[in-house]
Structures are given as structure tokens and as C-alpha cells.
């Protein structure tokens, strides 16, 4: 009776990725529920991080089965090992110190860990990122076009002494064995030119026959330089560079006075990470410049933009100047410039409305495109900042009023379909 | 083939389809011969270790239905293999005929021949032979089984959503472990047949009512019917497939399906240490009488007593990685003890075990055993003091009014029979599913299915769990469920 030897290596990937998608629709929910928290606690530059993987915490995928209940009745256990013990030791009870089998606050790189309250499991870029266009219900093409990664393309560099057969550089690896090939034959020649004027003065026999020998030995060695050697051999060598080379720089002006709540942050959160990805697709780099204003303008780090309370009044004012002033110092013009303003449109007093929408129609002229964006929930009211900005007329400039996610896209899309005419890298 | 060719095959660590068939000539020569197993036919299967997770997760079986739970059970094992905590089982293997064990392409040459010897030949014989495997399960048809059972779920996902089909199946994997006849014998239904009713099946969305839904209009009739249930039901799975007001034919069928595969694994959990037993041994014996034949060479014994020795390795309770008995430390320790009893027996052997100390034929002890044992059983009447000693085993009395815990027995003259009962008790079904049985339903009133608990040692059931569990019972028993 034989035994029969199945291969199943080459098969394709396993049975699991539907169970794991069955699994992931099912906790699809939670996770959608977990988002604006992530959100909150990621940079904006994270969000295009590829490497990490985001931990959420998910219920709702136990499998109960009737089970006794631990703390009741009279239990048995049998060890192996006993050392000391005899018959009719006690040992006192430990308190109830949480140990479990098999619980642990696994590490970020567990996929499904066991914790205390349940499971996380953790997702990577691609599913993280569906979850947040989904909130922000953009087309599917743009979705397509934002999750894409960059693209590359090669360049000349020079040449390499190695590399594929196919990158031979045929005409530098013959000029190669030329030159050596010749400064060998130089070497020989003069050699044997040298041995040749002594064997003319030479009188002894014996001398003139080692003479002659050695003459020999050198024309043999000359003739036997070989024509193409491995050291001679030149490849073409490539480098790739991300496109394009531009670099781009995103201004977010956030209103941080006390009537801008939570949630009207994490819209403002949303749509600067939406900026960012839509830019990665352009820009190899893109720098980001905080600035948060209530009565006063500050430049500030992304966390405390978004983190740390203050209030007060609003003036905007401030905010544009100094904008206005980091691009003059800071970004010449090898630099693509963004700004987004967000505020909940209440100002101070009405000059103050009338002064930011000169300075900001002087900054349109430099920059590439502008923002504002109004989160407020009351859309009835038309604030005084927003009466002001209406009168600009300019066409890299665009306004909105915006009071949950769905609405971030429409203010967008303008954007969007413009660089797209215009720009053909933009692959949908 | 001479030896010496032979051995120098197995030295390589790299094998090849013809390195296994020559290990599979060997082994199974010296498995007949030697220790008289009676095995399958087998299916040696190669593998990527990613594979073998997937295999795992589908508990073993090479296909099943579709289910989220899988889909955890992947992620738990992938997670906890990478953390090192599974020894990704070089020995993973099916219950059917022809046997379906898997090898992972990198494992060496020794691996590959322990997975041979372990799986392909002692888990065999086990699966082939064994009381328990023989009565309530089907080696034959259980692939084939599979195959019906994972389309005709599909067929249903098509015809009535995913959301809903995830639902029964939910509900009917928290009644798993009640979905089994322990003693009545399960009707034989060929394959054929089973076929026949699952492809009739599906487009079933009628309700066919059991005859007692049928409204009883006369005083006498009424009186006729004092409880139903006349007996208590153990087979929970069973009764609502068969009396459930609400569940739609296809709805049924699924309710069987989950039963069928549960009452295929029933064996496996009963018989946990003596499987495992009997397959440590197996491998053990054979690699060794490969040596003494002169087809293996030291180094290959190295390893092979390496990977021997991580398998049977049993910390002792007060390590920090301990939990808990090990399956195969204990069986293959009971196993070799027998051997040692029987050919060469002590004082205590013979007191201990009259009947086989000293009778020189342990292999058909071996078989004998294997196939009349489960591990209650077992452990109950082979556990000798010899291997409580070795393993310096003792037992802690949790009373859950006391503040302390009380060492009841350890390993000398008075304990070791304690120790053996409550062992024994330890693997006791009871011990981890609660005995709980389908009491009555009111047939007339609100159709309500009462379920009893029987405590035992004084344990009542976690309330939080059995809060969870009871909307999926009501969920297909489609009225109220409680329990008692």
C-alpha cells in the first residue's frame, strides 16, 4: 500500500481571506464607530504611513458556550511537579489578581489579540483608509486615485561593474577592454623593447639564450591578454525618483476660539488629511504649517493645533498676515502653496471681516489654491467673515459651509476636476 | 536500497517526494510488522505554513463552511504561532479514509518522518480502530459530507442572504457541544441518501410543524398530552431541528449540518490523551526501531530526540509558562510505562496490574487498549504509580468557602489510587460542558422551552454567558426559552 504524496504549495492563497473578510464585515461597524478617535489621535502626515497598522478595539465576536461559573462550586486540579507539598498542606488563596490564560495586551503587530475587555484587531493603510472616504462619501474614482501609492521613474546614473545582462553598455565595456588591452600591450612592449636593445650588446651565449627565452615568454603573455575580461564589463545603472519633484507646502489656519466644539475639529482634522492625500499624489514633499488664532495668531506644532484648549474672541485678521509672512520668508517659489482656513465665521467685529478678505485676495495671487471652510451647525445664519469672503472673486478660491463629513467632498470637488484638466499626472 | 544509501537520505535535511516515499516504505513495514497497526490509506499532503494555519482554523478539516468564526480562529492562531506559543503543529491530521495529513515544506527530513510516523500511522491506527471513532464516526464520507455541506450553505447565503444564513450558524455554534448523541446511535444514513435530501432541500422556505403545533379543540385530548418531552433531551441541536415552531426547512437543515459535524468531532474531545498517547508512542517506537535497524544515523537522532522531547516536555505547576497537564506527556508516559510492566515488571507492577504484568506481548496490549479506551477509562485503569511518581503529580482541593487550598493527595501508597479517580474524574465531560437537558415545552400556553441544569459539585452556571447564549436559543426556538 503506497502512500499518496499531494503538492498543494502552488495553490493560491488560502481559504481564510474570505473568512476574514466575513470577519471584517462583521466588525465593520466597530471599526467605523472607532474612526473619528484614531483620527484624532493620528498626524496628519501618518495618515499615508504605510508600515503601521492601526489597532481597534472590537466586540460582538465571542462565541458563547455555556460555561460554569469560576468562583462556584468545588474544584479539583491535578499538577504535576510537586516538590514540598504533603497531604493535608494548605496554601492560601491569592486574591483576585486578573491573571488569565492566553490574555495579554498583545503588541501593535498582532493582527487579533486577546485583551482583558475582548479582542483588537488591527487593520493596515488600504482598509483604514476605506473606512475614512467612506465617512466622506468621495467618488470611487478619487478614492482609487488617493490610494494608489506614488509613482516612480527611472533615470540615467552613471554606470555600475555589475548588474542584469540586459543593462550591458556594450560600446563603454569594449572601450574598457580597449584600454586595457592596450596599456597591457604598452607594458609587454617595453619589456620586450627593453630586452631586445640588451640582447643586441649581449656577447655570451648562454645570456643571449635566457634573453631570447624571456623575449618569448613576454610575447607569448602579450598575445594571450585576453579580449573582454569581467572587469571590463559596464552596465548602465538607473536610479528612481519619485514624480514629480515639486515640493508643496499646506497653510491650515484653524479657529480656535471656545465655540469651535470636538466635532467640528475632527471635520477640520478630515479635511486637511484629505488635502494631504490628494497632494502626496502630486508632490514628493509636502510641509505643514499650523497656525491657530483666536484674538492672536501663533504658529504652532500640529499637536497643540489640534489638542489644547483656549478661547477667547476671534480675529482672523492676524492669522492671514502672519501666513503671509511665513510664505515670504520661509517657501520661495519652488514651493506649491495650499491654505485652508476654518472657523466657525464668527468675528470679532465686521472691519475685521472686511481686512482678512483684502489680505487674503493679496495671498491668492501667490498661492496655488485657497480654502475656507465653515463649520457650523446652524446654516441658516450667514456669518459676517462669510458676507466678506463672497465678494472675492477670484478662481483658486473656494468656500463652504460645512456641518458633518459628507459635506467636506462637494467643497473639494471644484478642486479636483480643475487639476484634473490641467494636470495630466493626475491618473484616475 | 542499501542501508547505508538509506541513511544518508535521511541525513539530508532536504527531502524530496522520493525521500518520503522511502521513509513511508520503512515505516509502514516496521508498523505492521512490529507493532501490528492497521491503518487507512494515506494522503501526505505538502504544505505552506500559511496553508497550515488555514488548516487549522478549519479545526483540521480541509474544507468547511464559511464563517466569520474561522476567520477569528485564523487570526488567533496566526497571532499566537508568531508569538511562538502553538509549536505550529508539524502534526496536523484528518479522521478519514483515505487519512489526510499535512507536512510543511519547511520542515526537515526528521520532522517530515516524525510527521509520518506520529500522524500518517499512530493517529491513523487511533481514528481507524477506537471504539468511539468506530461508532459515531464515518471516515468514509466525512470529505464528501463536507463538500454537500459547504455548497448547500452556499446555496442558501445566494438564495437568502449572508446576514441570515451567519445567523442560524451563530446560534447554532453557542449549542455545539449539545448537538451530540452520547448514547443513542446515530441512523445510517448513507451518503447517497444524504445527498439526495440536501439537494431537495433548498428551496424548502415552507414551515413543516411537528404534530404537536396542531391545535387540540377536545377537553380529553388535552388531558392525554402531560409533558412534552416525555424524557429529558440531551441532543439540545436535535430537539429544536425537529420541533421548532418557526425554523424554515432550509433552516433545518443547517441545524443538522452543525450537529453532524459536531457529532463528528465528539470522539476527538474524549479521547484527547490517549490519541495523543497512543501517536507519541507510535512515532517514538518506530523512529527508534529505524535506528536499531540501522536506517537512521545518530545525528538524525539528535534531532529526532529534540523534537521528541519538546513534545512531551511538561513543566511543573510552579514554572511560569505551566498550564496545565499535557496530553502527550501524560499519555505517551502511560504507554511506555505499560510496556515497561508488561516486559519487565516490578513488585508494584504485579500487584498493581496482575492481569498484563510480565505477559511479554505489550504490542497487543498497545492495540488493545487503544481500541477499547477512552480517556476516562484509561487513565482510570492504566495510570500506574511508577508514572504518578515520575511525574510527581498531586491534587489541590479548591473549596470555594475556605480562603486556602488543600493538597488532598500526592504521589505515596495512599494517594496513588485517589490520584488515579480523580484523574479520571478530570476528564470527565462533565467537567467542562454543563449537563444541561431540554425539561419541557408548553405545548398549549406560550410555547415557552424550558431548559434544566443539573449541578454538579455545587456549580452554578456563569450568568453572564448564559445571558448571551439565550437570545440565540430563542432566536431558533422562535418563542421564549429559560432555563433552570
Redesign the interface.
Known amino acids: 500500500?503506497?502512500?499518496?504524496?499531494?503538492?498543494?504549495?502552488s495553490?493560491p492563497?488560502?481559504?481564510?481571506s474570505?473568512?476574514?473578510?466575513?470577519?471584517?464585515?462583521?466588525i465593520h461597524g466597530q471599526i467605523k464607530g472607532a474612526i473619528p478617535e484614531i483620527i484624532k489621535n493620528t498626524n496628519i502626515k501618518d495618515i499615508n504611513s504605510t508600515k503601521d497598522k492601526i489597532n481597534v478595539p472590537v466586540k460582538g465576536?465571542?462565541?458563547?458556550?455555556?460555561?460554569?461559573?469560576?468562583?462556584?462550586?468545588?474544584?479539583?486540579?491535578?499538577?504535576?511537579?510537586?516538590?514540598e507539598?504533603?497531604?493535608?498542606?494548605?496554601?492560601?488563596?491569592e486574591k483576585k489578581s486578573g491573571k488569565g490564560?492566553g490574555s495579554g495586551a498583545?503588541g501593535a503587530?498582532?493582527?487579533?489579540?486577546?485583551t482583558e475587555d475582548g479582542?483588537t484587531?488591527s487593520i493596515d493603510r488600504n482598509e483604514f483608509l476605506d473606512y475614512f472616504f467612506d465617512d466622506l462619501q468621495l467618488p470611487d474614482m478619487i478614492k482609487k486615485h488617493l490610494s494608489t501609492t506614488n509613482d516612480f521613474k527611472q533615470k540615467k546614473a552613471g554606470y555600475v561593474s555589475y548588474g542584469n545582462p540586459s543593462r550591458l553598455n556594450v560600446v563603454k565595456s569594449y572601450k574598457n577592454s580597449m584600454s586595457r588591452r592596450l596599456s597591457f600591450s604598452i607594458f609587454f612592449d617595453k619589456k620586450i623593447k627593453d630586452l631586445e636593445d640588451k640582447l643586441l650588446l649581449e656577447k655570451d651565449d648562454d645570456k643571449i639564450k635566457l634573453i631570447e627565452d624571456e623575449i618569448e615568454r613576454l610575447k607569448k603573455m602579450k598575445k594571450s591578454i585576453s579580449f573582454m575580461e569581467e572587469i571590463d564589463l559596464s552596465y548602465n545603472n538607473y536610479e528612481i525618483f519619485p514624480v514629480p519633484i515639486l515640493s508643496a507646502v499646506m497653510i491650515c489656519i484653524m479657529d480656535v476660539s471656545g465655540s469651535m466644539t470636538e466635532s467640528l475639529k475632527d471635520i477640520g482634522k478630515r479635511f486637511f488629511m484629505l488635502l494631504y492625500l490628494f497632494l502626496t499624489k502630486q508632490y514628493q514633499k509636502i510641509d505643514i504649517v499650523f497656525i491657530r488664532h483666536h484674538t492672536a495668531a501663533r504658529e504652532v506644532s500640529e499637536d497643540e493645533f489640534f489638542n489644547s484648549r483656549e478661547s477667547g474672541g476671534t480675529i482672523v485678521s492676524p492669522a492671514l498676515e502672519l501666513a503671509d509672512k511665513i510664505i515670504s520668508t520661509r517657501y520661495s517659489s519652488e514651493y506649491n502653496i495650499y491654505l485652508t482656513q476654518i472657523s466657525d465665521g464668527d468675528v470679532w467685529d465686521n472691519s475685521d471681516a472686511i481686512e482678512s478678505r483684502k489680505h487674503l485676495e493679496k495671498l491668492l495671487s501667490k498661492i496655488q489654491y485657497a480654502w475656507y471652510v465653515e463649520v457650523t451647525y446652524d446654516k441658516s445664519r450667514s456669518s459676517g467673515l462669510m458676507q466678506s469672503y463672497k465678494k472675492i472673486e477670484k478662481d483658486n478660491f473656494k468656500y463652504g459651509i460645512i456641518s458633518n463629513l459628507s459635506e467636506i467632498w462637494p467643497v473639494f470637488e471644484d478642486f479636483f476636476s480643475k487639476k484634473n484638466k490641467t494636470n495630466e499626472k493626475v491618473r484616475y | 536500497m542499501k542501508k547505508s544509501d538509506i541513511k544518508k537520505a535521511f541525513d539530508n535535511k532536504n527531502w524530496t517526494?522520493d525521500t518520503?516515499?522511502l521513509a513511508?516504505k520503512i515505516v509502514?513495514k516496521i508498523s505492521s510488522q512490529y507493532l501490528g497497526l492497521d491503518v487507512y490509506?494515506?494522503?501526505?499532503?505538502?504544505?505552506?505554513s500559511?496553508?497550515m494555519?488555514?488548516s487549522y482554523?478549519?479545526i483540521g478539516l480541509p474544507?468547511s463552511y464559511?464563517?466569520?468564526?474561522?476567520?477569528?480562529d485564523?487570526?488567533?492562531n496566526?497571532?499566537q504561532y508568531?508569538?511562538g506559543k502553538m509549536g505550529l503543529a508539524y502534526e496536523l491530521v484528518i479522521n478519514s479514509n483515505?487519512c489526510i495529513s499535512y507536512n510543511m515544506?519547511d520542515n526537515t527530513t526528521c520532522l517530515m518522518v516524525l510527521v509520518l510516523a506520529h500522524a500518517?500511522y499512530g493517529h491513523n491506527h487511533f481514528f481507524k480502530n477506537n471504539y468511539l471513532f468506530k461508532q459515531w464516526t464515518d471516515a468514509e464520507s466525512i470529505i464528501d459530507y463536507m463538500v454537500f455541506a459547504r455548497g448547500y450553505i452556499k446555496k442558501c447565503e445566494d438564495k437568502y442572504g449572508?446576514e441570515d444564513v451567519?445567523r442560524v450558524l451563530?446560534a447554532c455554534?453557542?449549542l455545539?457541544?449539545?448537538g451530540v448523541d452520547k448514547y443513542r446511535k446515530p441512523s445510517n444514513i448513507s451518503i447517497v441518501q444524504e445527498k439526495e435530501r440536501l439537494n431537495k432541500k433548498i428551496f424548502d422556505d415552507r414551515i413543516l410543524l411537528n404534530d404537536i403545533w396542531r391545535t387540540i379543540p377536545k377537553e380529553e385530548i388535552k388531558s392525554k398530552i402531560k409533558n412534552y418531552p416525555d424524557q429529558p433531551e440531551e441532543n439540545i441541536l436535535y430537539f429544536i431541528e425537529k420541533n421548532s415552531p418557526k425554523l424554515k426547512e432550509w433552516q433545518r437543515e443547517i441545524i443538522r449540518i452543525v450537529r453532524k459535524i459536531s457529532q463528528y468531532f465528539y470522539p476527538q474531545s474524549q479521547t484527547k490523551v490517549t490519541n495523543e498517547g497512543c501517536a507519541t508512542f507510535t512515532h517514538y517506537e518506530i523512529v527508534n526501531k529505524m535506528f536499531e535497524d540501522g536506517y537512521l544515523s545518530d545525528g538524525f537522532m539528535l534531532e529526532f530526540f529534540h523534537h521528541h522531547s519538546n513534545v512531551i516536555y511538561?513543566?511543573?505547576?510552579?514554572?511560569s509558562f505551566?498550564?496545565g497537564?499535557n496530553p502527550y506527556t501524560l499519555g505517551f508516559n502511560i504507554f511506555s510505562d505499560i510496556k515497561r510492566l508488561v516486559t519487565n515488571p516490578t513488585k508494584e507492577d504485579k500487584k498493581w496490574f496482575p492481569d498484563i504484568s510480565g505477559s511479554e506481548n505489550w504490542q497487543e496490549i498497545f492495540r488493545y487498549i487503544v481500541e477499547n479506551f477512552k480517556d476516562e477509562t484509561f487513565i482510570l485503569q492504566y495510570l500506574s504509580p511508577r508514572v504518578i511518581r515520575d511525574?510527581?503529580?498531586?491534587?489541590?482541593?479548591?473549596?470555594?468557602d475556605?480562603?486556602?487550598?488543600?493538597?488532598?493527595?500526592?504521589?505515596?501508597d495512599?494517594?496513588y489510587k485517589k490520584?488515579r479517580e480523580?484523574?479520571s474524574?478530570?476528564f470527565n465531560r462533565s467537567r467542562?460542558?454543563?449537563d444541561?437537558q431540554v425539561l419541557n415545552v408548553d405545548v398549549q400556553g406560550d410555547r415557552k422551552l424550558t431548559l434544566k441544569y443539573t449541578?454538579?459539585?455545587?456549580?452554578?452556571?456563569?450568568?453572564k454567558?448564559?445571558k448571551?447564549?439565550i437570545p440565540?436559543i430563542e432566536y431558533l426556538w422562535g418563542f421564549p426559552v429559560e432555563i433552570i
Open positions: 500500500m503506497g502512500i499518496n504524496i499531494v503538492d498543494r504549495r495553490n492563497k488560502g481559504k481564510s474570505e473568512n476574514r473578510q466575513r470577519l471584517l464585515k462583521r465576536i465571542d462565541e458563547p458556550q455555556f460555561t460554569y461559573d469560576k468562583d462556584s462550586g468545588d474544584k479539583k486540579y491535578i499538577h504535576p511537579g510537586n516538590k507539598y504533603s497531604k493535608g498542606d494548605r496554601i492560601k488563596k490564560k498583545g503587530s498582532d493582527d487579533l489579540t486577546v479582542f484587531i | 517526494s518520503i516515499v513511508d509502514s490509506p494515506n494522503q501526505f499532503e505538502i504544505v505552506t500559511e496553508q494555519l488555514d482554523s478549519l474544507l464559511d464563517h466569520w468564526k474561522f476567520g477569528k485564523f487570526v488567533i496566526q497571532n508568531k508569538k483515505p515544506e500518517a449572508i451567519e451563530d455554534h453557542s455545539m457541544n449539545y511538561q513543566p511543573s505547576y510552579d514554572m505551566y498550564s497537564l511525574m510527581k503529580l498531586f491534587v489541590v482541593d479548591d473549596n470555594k475556605n480562603d486556602f487550598y488543600e493538597v488532598s493527595n500526592i504521589h505515596n495512599e494517594g490520584i480523580d484523574l474524574s478530570y467542562y460542558v454543563p444541561i449541578p454538579i459539585n455545587g456549580k452554578v452556571l456563569d450568568n454567558i448564559t448571551k447564549i440565540h
